[in-house]
């Protein structure tokens, strides 16, 4: 069975300082991988989608790397703002016939604190 | 361009009644897809539409319906609520199918069932 797995489940971090949220999965065959930030009440904002062949990618203080061949994604949150918290969600989509299977984690919520 | 838009954002029925919610796309989306979201099972993939066509369907049962326009623009209907069909109700659009390219979610529309 497909799934993803996000740690820790929350986390709270001071203003200015960094953070790395993990993704572990169990998809197979990977087609890409995708980080959201869900701000409270709002719909998800897409911050990075990475294919197979991509081991890093930057959305300004937002970093993502993937290592495929240990099925395991983070995202690291570089100098942290008190906008930054939300709840960060990892996808991860499949092939399937016709069509792709998104798998979702549960997510982790961040709190960063003055 | 103006973004994802749901109506209504906000819903109260009562169990056994229907209700049938909206979504308009980014213009030039074809792929509109439809998610629940509930604070213990997370994101949940309810189905998606690709050019008038459903193109992929989630584990869910079959109170819940979808349609999509010529227009692009898609609306959901779930049939007899239950209690458990409160949720937030997220759609989003994408130049592509979902699980291959990039979605800009909606702000949600808020179901609360009685």
């Known amino acids: 069975k497909n799934q993803v797995e996000q740690s820790p489940q929350s986390l709270i971090i001071l203003e200015g300082k960094n953070c790395t949220l993990q993704?572990?999965?169990?998809?197979?065959?990977?087609?890409?991988l995708r980080w959201y930030k869900q701000d409270t009440g709002r719909g998800p904002v897409s911050l990075t989608i990475?294919?197979?062949?991509?081991n890093t990618k930057s959305n300004g203080r937002y970093t993502a790397t993937l290592d495929a061949d240990t099925k395991q994604s983070s995202l690291h949150i570089t100098a942290s703002q008190l906008s930054d918290s939300a709840s960060y969600i990892c996808?991860?989509?499949?092939?399937?016939?016709?069509?792709?299977?998104?798998?979702f984690g549960k997510g982790t919520k961040l709190s960063v604190i003055p | 361009k103006a973004g994802v838009t749901q109506t209504p954002r906000y819903l109260i029925k009562t169990r056994g009644q229907q209700v049938t919610l909206s979504c308009s796309p980014i213009?030039?989306?074809?792929?509109v897809s439809w998610y629940q979201q509930t604070p213990g099972q997370g994101l949940q993939f309810l189905f998606e539409?690709?050019?008038?066509?459903?193109?992929n369907k989630g584990n869910f049962p079959g109170r819940f319906s979808g349609r999509q326009f010529s227009n692009s623009r898609s609306e959901m209907n779930v049939s007899t609520l239950e209690l458990g069909d409160s949720a937030l109700y997220l759609c989003?659009?994408?130049?592509?199918?979902?699980?291959?390219?990039?979605?800009?979610f909606g702000p949600g529309t808020r179901l609360t069932v009685l």
């Open positions: 996808v991860v989509s499949a092939p399937g016939a016709g069509s792709y299977q998104l798998t």
């Open positions: 990475m294919t197979f062949s991509e």
């Open positions: 989003a659009s994408g130049p592509g199918l979902a699980g291959e390219r990039e979605q800009f």
């Open positions: 213009s030039g989306h074809r792929s």
């Open positions: 993704c572990n999965y169990t998809v197979s065959p990977f087609s890409n």
């Open positions: 539409y690709f050019s008038e066509t459903q193109r």
